[in-house]
Each structure stands twice: as C-alpha cells, then as structure tokens.
C-alpha cells in the first residue's frame, strides 16, 4: 500500500510523484527521491519505478495505513517495478524486487481520511525476497543476546544451517555459543520453515537443547521467546492484493533464503 497523505487525489504526474516521495521518505531514509514515474494521459502511467536500492527503515516508521471501507479505480500503469537491494530492516537486510505489468491500483481511505493506493489488478507479475545467511545469522545473534544478556550470558558465536525438505519447507538448525563468566557451553535450536501459497512464512517445531549447566539455563532463557514465535506467521507481503493471486510459490535456499512467487488477475 501507498499512502497519499492527502484527502484529495492528485491532478497530475508531478504532483503524484511528489506525493509518493514524501510518503516514502517517512518510511525510509533514502538519499534521492525513490519514484520516478512517465505519464502522457494521466492518471495513465507508462511506468512507476520505485527504487529503494540502499534505503533504510526510519527507526519510528509510521504505523502501515489500513484501508477503511470500498475502493474504487485510481490509476493505470502499463509496468510498474519495484527495487530495494539492499533495504536496511534494523539488523538485517534485505533485497526485494518486484515487477508488474498491466496494473491496476485502486484508491482507497485510512481512518484519518487519507488516500491510500492499493494494488488490485496485474495482468502478470514477479516477486523476489531474499535474506543473506550471514544476514540471519547477525540477526539470530542479536535477538538471542537481548534475550540472554537479561541474565549475564554472552553469545559468542551463531552458525545457522537451513536444509532443503521441498519447495515450500526447510529444517533449520542454529547453533549458539554461550558463556557466562569463565563457563560456556554450546546449544541447539532446531525448528521448522514453511511458506504457504500467500507468501506467509511460519515458524514452528522450535527446541533448545544442550549439555551442561549453563546450556539447561541459557535454553531456559531462550524458552519463552521460542514459545512467543512457534507456530507464528510473519507475511512478507504485506499489502492487499485485490483480484491478484499468487502462483508459483517458492521457497529455497543457498547463500540467501528467497521467496519467489508470480501473480496475476483471476480472470
């Protein structure tokens, strides 16, 4: 979704690019103008190009806008694309890339009264999320260390493992290397990844194990957040989509963690 922050939909291309630049900078901090856009008969697009390559989520970022009530027809857009590679999320990053042709987006209000655009038709599109395993690995460190540095454990090490069960699942495996005052002991947490076909990405079957006194009380720490997150989706799509349905869904892994999907209109 992309928020106008405006009551009044936009009479031109410049002002519609000039709309969705200051919507985005909110969002993002980012060292040029994202959106560049062609237009001859406007509200039709040739093209919508947004590029979010190097940009960085604000550490207050507003609270992503929820369409109240009906939408109706805003704007069309012969190809529209989508590039953030790499996009800074906190401790991680990571790249996404989208492209769409024959687009439709549909206009819609928030509870403030705001136009927010909404993707609702596609005639054919791509999507490309991928995270670096040495990304998730920064990213486990530092939610493990929150978690254990409440009690005066220090995580030396991660070292992440993601095997391949098929194209929608992966069994992974973290292992931690934790150490309090002169004693340190290594621990396991095993669990399970699973991509459903609207590009929701689930964590579940989480475990801790490990030998030793300091392993049994690092897992205990650990516990509580592991039962927090097992079984919970995380959408890494986060935008209604309309008459647009997801085909193709795929999720695999090599040096990078990549969700693929197509998309199209319901004929």
């Given at each position: 979704m992309l928020p106008l922050a405006t009551a009044t939909f936009p009479?031109?291309?410049?002002?519609l690019t000039r709309l969705l630049n200051?919507?985005?900078?909110?969002?993002?901090?980012?060292?040029?103008?994202?959106?560049?856009?062609?237009?001859d008969t406007f509200p039709h697009l040739e093209t919508l190009r947004i590029s979010l390559d190097h940009a960085s989520l604000r550490s207050d970022p507003p609270r992503p806008p929820v369409i109240s009530g009906e939408t109706s027809p805003a704007l069309e857009v012969d190809q529209l694309t989508l590039s953030a590679s790499p996009l800074s999320l906190g401790p991680a990053a990571v790249d996404l890339s989208l492209s769409a042709g024959g687009v439709h987006l549909g206009q819609g209000r928030d509870e403030e009264d705001q136009?927010?655009?909404?993707?609702?038709?596609?005639?054919?599109?791509?999507?490309?999320?991928?995270?670096?395993?040495?990304?998730?690995?920064?990213?486990?460190?530092?939610?493990?260390?929150?978690?254990?540095?409440?009690?005066?454990?220090?995580?030396?090490?991660?070292?992440?493992?993601?095997?391949?069960?098929?194209?929608?699942s992966?069994?992974?495996?973290?292992?931690?290397?934790?150490?309090?005052?002169?004693?340190?002991?290594?621990?396991?947490?095993?669990?399970?990844?699973?991509?459903?076909?609207?590009?929701?990405?689930?964590?579940?079957?989480?475990?801790?194990?490990?030998?030793?006194?300091?392993?049994?009380?690092?897992?205990?720490?650990?516990?509580?957040?592991?039962?927090?997150?097992?079984?919970?989706?995380?959408?890494?799509?986060?935008?209604?989509?309309?008459?647009?349905r997801l085909r193709d869904v795929q999720l695999t892994v090599a040096d990078k963690l990549r969700a693929t999907a197509e998309f199209g209109s319901v004929v």
């Open positions: 009479s031109s291309a410049p002002e200051e919507s985005l900078r909110r969002l993002f901090l980012v060292d040029a103008d994202p959106v560049t856009l062609r237009a136009i927010v655009l909404s993707l609702e038709k596609a005639a054919e599109g791509k999507i490309d999320i991928s995270i670096a395993q040495t990304e998730l690995e920064t990213l486990i460190a530092k939610l493990a260390e929150n978690q254990a540095g409440k009690q005066g454990i220090t995580i030396d090490s991660v070292r992440l493992k993601l095997r391949q069960k098929n194209p929608h992966l069994d992974v495996e973290v292992g931690l290397r934790a150490k309090k005052l002169f004693l340190s002991a290594s621990i396991k947490v095993t669990g399970q990844l699973d991509l459903d076909a609207q590009l929701n990405l689930k964590i579940s079957a989480l475990k801790c194990t490990g030998d030793g006194g300091i392993a049994a009380l690092a897992c205990g720490i650990l516990k509580p957040y592991l039962q927090k997150i097992d079984g919970r989706e995380f959408p890494l799509l986060s935008l209604p989509l309309g008459k647009i």
